[in-house]
């Protein structure tokens, strides 16, 4: 199986069938410890790239318990109604697919009026509350789940009861937002295809796991290594490392390419490549990409994927592409913003002009460079981490242009060649 392609050419992972069998017998073990087993009549809907080892792994755990396995159209507007059809029981799908539910989900709210509004903000946090103080058990607060949260559970079918997110990391206030929302679990997982996809999963009814993806899955081994270089210490209070993971679930190696193989693969474990945090409860945050770093030109680190999930949490930025070298001094960004919060921005300040218009407007890309400079000094940001220009793009970051992987990671090299002219012209006029 391919890897997605996100630093270069796929990948070809080669995978045993031992390696399958080993980690479907790890999840079922998992599944049945936190009383959450399949069986026959579960539905599982599938939101995923058909090539993907996430996908794959998941069709073959259903098949095993005898489960329906309904695909989408292909569609991404047609989703709602996808999910209509099939009353899934079980939906998975990478996060930018349950973005999108939040974003539709909350629209729908901010225009049911003030009553409705009040009403969901008044359920929402009482059920919230009680979750956290039963520790995540959905059956608290059942009154606010018949009277409110049905309505959003009918909307995905009326039958799901368990959300998998995969493939690229949920954002916490999405995760936390669907739990409360969706009267169902929604849980967290991490692997590569390297692994077969699921290493780690979060667990049902665990408040305090937001925001992780969950322990180890049986039969597998992890452990963190240090990374001096971006200030990881694997032995420090607060355990923070590279990833490295040992087992049956393992590939063999990369097709023809042993040379690779040999870079991640070293006394038995592989190397992912991403930085973890071990929490106090024995789930592990994904906090960094060791790959995904640069140095400045005055010698400073840059961790640019944590960057872009703390930038990507500003008022009005839907997604945020972080760009620096060694030739420069600070860093620059391409901003794909909410569409609604620009218009009304725009509208509030008497500026007239369509979407993609306002984009080019220089006051619209100060307001945005404000709400990411304010989001920075919230999360306490250093100074040489602070965005200097923006370019506004109306068109998100897409597969057509080549600048996302099939499962919405965004292709690096591929962004910097397409925005080439406008990285250089905002260096240019930022100096």
């Known amino acids: 199986m391919y890897t997605s392609g996100t630093t270069g050419d796929p990948k070809g992972v080669l995978i045993s069938n031992e390696s399958i069998v080993t980690l479907i017998a790890g999840v079922k073990r998992l599944l049945e410890s936190v009383n959450e087993e399949l069986n026959h009549k579960d539905v599982y809907m599938s939101y995923l790239p058909l090539a993907h080892i996430f996908d794959r792994v998941i069709e073959e755990c259903f098949i095993s318990h005898g489960a329906t396995i309904g695909f989408w159209r292909g569609d991404v507007k047609l989703l709602i109604e996808d999910l209509g059809e099939l009353k899934p029981t079980i939906f998975c799908a990478v996060p930018r697919v349950l973005d999108r539910v939040y974003s539709g989900l909350t629209q729908k709210i901010s225009a049911g009026g003030f009553f409705k509004s009040k009403l969901f903000d008044i359920a929402y946090s009482y059920k919230l509350h009680n979750m956290r103080k039963g520790n995540g058990h959905t059956e608290a607060a059942p009154i606010c789940d018949k009277l409110v949260f049905n309505k959003v559970k009918q909307g995905l079918g009326g039958n799901v009861r368990l959300i998998l997110s995969g493939a690229a990391p949920l954002s916490t206030h999405v995760e936390g937002f669907l739990k409360v929302v969706t009267c169902s679990h929604v849980l967290q997982g991490y692997g590569l295809t390297e692994t077969c996809a699921g290493t780690f999963v979060s667990l049902p009814n665990e408040m305090s796991m937001l925001g992780t993806v969950g322990p180890p899955v049986p039969n597998v081994d992890v452990c963190l290594e240090s990374v001096p270089e971006m200030g990881y210490d694997a032995l420090s209070s607060m355990p923070r490392g590279e990833i490295c993971v040992r087992g049956k679930t393992l590939f063999s190696g990369y097709y023809k390419r042993e040379d690779l193989t040999n870079e991640v693969m070293i006394d038995g474990w592989f ?135 099939p499962t919405y990671k965004k292709k690096r090299p591929q962004l910097l060649k397409y925005y080439q002219s406008v990285i250089d012209s905002m260096y240019k006029s930022a100096k």
């Open 271 to 405: 190397h992912t490549g991403d930085i973890g945090e071990w929490q106090a409860d024995g789930s592990l945050k994904i906090i960094d990409r060791k790959k995904n770093i640069f140095k400045l030109s005055q010698g400073e680190y840059v961790a640019v994927e944590n960057l872009e999930n703390i930038y990507s949490q500003a008022t009005g930025v839907d997604s945020v592409w972080v760009y620096g070298n060694s030739f420069e001094s600070f860093l620059i960004a391409v901003v794909n913003p909410n569409k609604e919060t620009i218009e009304h921005w725009a509208q509030e300040n008497e500026i007239s002009g369509d979407f993609t218009s306002l984009c080019e407007n220089p006051k619209a890309k100060e307001f945005i460079l404000g709400e990411l400079t304010k989001i920075g000094k919230q999360k306490k940001l250093k100074g040489f981490e602070f965005i200097k220009a923006i370019h506004l793009d109306p068109v998100p970051f897409d597969m057509e242009r080549d600048l996302l992987t």
